[in-house]
Protein backbone atom coordinates (compact mmCIF):
# COMPACT_ATOMS: atom_id res chain seq x y z
CA UNK A 1 0.00 0.00 0.00
CA UNK A 2 2.11 2.92 1.40
CA UNK A 3 6.44 2.17 1.04
CA UNK A 4 8.76 4.67 2.29
CA UNK A 5 12.37 4.24 1.94
CA UNK A 6 14.77 6.24 3.95
CA UNK A 7 18.21 7.73 2.74
CA UNK A 8 21.41 9.78 3.61
CA UNK A 9 22.33 7.89 6.89
CA UNK A 10 26.28 7.43 6.94
CA UNK A 11 28.96 7.86 9.26
CA UNK A 12 30.54 11.31 10.48
CA UNK A 13 32.69 12.75 12.81
CA UNK A 14 31.14 14.75 15.39
CA UNK A 15 30.30 18.09 14.51
CA UNK A 16 29.27 17.04 11.24
CA UNK A 17 26.09 17.18 9.15
CA UNK A 18 23.76 14.33 7.17
CA UNK A 19 20.35 15.10 5.47
CA UNK A 20 18.08 12.25 5.79
CA UNK A 21 15.77 11.55 3.18
CA UNK A 22 12.29 9.52 3.02
CA UNK A 23 10.11 9.51 0.07
CA UNK A 24 6.48 8.15 0.54
CA UNK A 25 4.88 5.73 -2.60
CA UNK A 26 2.45 3.42 -3.12
CA UNK A 27 -1.78 3.57 -2.99
CA UNK A 28 -1.69 7.28 -1.57
CA UNK A 29 -4.66 9.46 -1.36
CA UNK A 30 -2.92 12.05 1.32
CA UNK A 31 -0.48 12.25 3.89
CA UNK A 32 -1.04 14.12 7.09
CA UNK A 33 2.10 14.23 9.32
CA UNK A 34 5.45 12.95 8.86
CA UNK A 35 8.04 12.33 11.35
CA UNK A 36 11.72 10.74 12.36
CA UNK A 37 11.91 8.56 14.98
CA UNK A 38 15.20 6.87 16.23
CA UNK A 39 16.56 4.02 18.72
CA UNK A 40 19.94 3.18 19.98
CA UNK A 41 21.10 -0.02 21.34
CA UNK A 42 19.17 -0.96 23.94
CA UNK A 43 17.03 2.05 24.09
CA UNK A 44 13.30 2.92 23.39
CA UNK A 45 12.56 4.64 19.91
CA UNK A 46 11.91 8.22 20.47
CA UNK A 47 10.68 10.99 18.37
CA UNK A 48 12.87 13.16 17.04
CA UNK A 49 11.21 15.86 14.77
CA UNK A 50 7.49 15.77 13.54
CA UNK A 51 5.90 17.74 10.72
CA UNK A 52 1.86 18.46 10.03
CA UNK A 53 1.03 19.09 6.41
CA UNK A 54 0.34 22.37 7.01
CA UNK A 55 4.73 22.52 7.94
CA UNK A 56 3.62 23.05 11.63
CA UNK A 57 7.30 21.41 13.43
CA UNK A 58 7.92 20.00 16.38
CA UNK A 59 11.28 18.45 18.14
CA UNK A 60 12.77 16.43 20.63
CA UNK A 61 14.79 18.85 23.15
CA UNK A 62 17.87 16.95 22.35
CA UNK A 63 17.89 18.53 18.53
CA UNK A 64 16.44 21.51 18.77
CA UNK A 65 18.86 24.09 17.61
CA UNK A 66 20.74 21.16 15.80
CA UNK A 67 18.11 19.24 13.68
CA UNK A 68 15.39 20.69 11.15
CA UNK A 69 12.28 18.69 9.34
CA UNK A 70 11.25 19.73 6.03
CA UNK A 71 8.59 18.06 3.43
CA UNK A 72 7.64 18.53 -0.12
CA UNK A 73 4.22 17.43 -0.82
CA UNK A 74 4.13 17.25 -4.45
CA UNK A 75 7.11 14.88 -3.77
CA UNK A 76 5.65 13.29 -0.63
CA UNK A 77 8.85 13.24 0.97
CA UNK A 78 9.92 14.19 4.49
CA UNK A 79 13.64 15.48 4.92
CA UNK A 80 15.71 15.94 8.54
CA UNK A 81 18.79 18.10 8.22
CA UNK A 82 21.54 17.30 10.90
CA UNK A 83 24.15 19.40 11.81
CA UNK A 84 26.26 20.04 14.67
CA UNK A 85 25.56 15.51 14.82
CA UNK A 86 26.40 14.08 18.38
CA UNK A 87 27.88 10.71 19.26
CA UNK A 88 24.52 10.49 21.72
CA UNK A 89 22.77 10.94 17.95
CA UNK A 90 23.98 7.73 17.02
CA UNK A 91 20.62 5.40 16.17
CA UNK A 92 19.31 3.80 13.59
CA UNK A 93 16.59 6.62 12.11
CA UNK A 94 13.01 5.67 11.10
CA UNK A 95 10.33 7.83 9.00
CA UNK A 96 7.00 7.63 10.02
CA UNK A 97 4.18 8.76 8.13
CA UNK A 98 0.21 9.00 8.80
CA UNK A 99 -1.19 8.04 5.29
CA UNK A 100 -4.83 7.80 3.97
CA UNK A 101 -5.16 5.24 1.41
CA UNK A 102 -8.52 3.88 0.49
CA UNK A 103 -10.78 5.85 3.04
CA UNK A 104 -8.96 4.89 5.63
CA UNK A 105 -5.66 6.39 7.96
CA UNK A 106 -2.99 4.00 8.56
CA UNK A 107 0.50 4.51 10.27
CA UNK A 108 3.62 3.89 8.01
CA UNK A 109 7.26 3.11 8.98
CA UNK A 110 10.39 2.87 6.38
CA UNK A 111 13.16 0.20 6.79
CA UNK A 112 15.46 2.37 9.25
CA UNK A 113 18.69 4.26 8.07
CA UNK A 114 22.02 3.80 10.38
CA UNK A 115 23.63 7.18 11.68
CA UNK A 116 26.91 6.96 12.94
CA UNK A 117 28.47 10.17 15.56
CA UNK A 118 32.36 9.02 15.68
CA UNK A 119 33.91 11.44 18.51
Known amino acids: QVQLVESGGGLVQAGGSLRLSCAASGSIFSINAMGWYRQAPGKQRELVAAITGGGSTNYADSVKGRFTISRDNAKNTVYLQMNSLKPEDTAVYYC?????????????WGQGTQVTVSS
Open 96 to 108: RADAVVADEMGDY
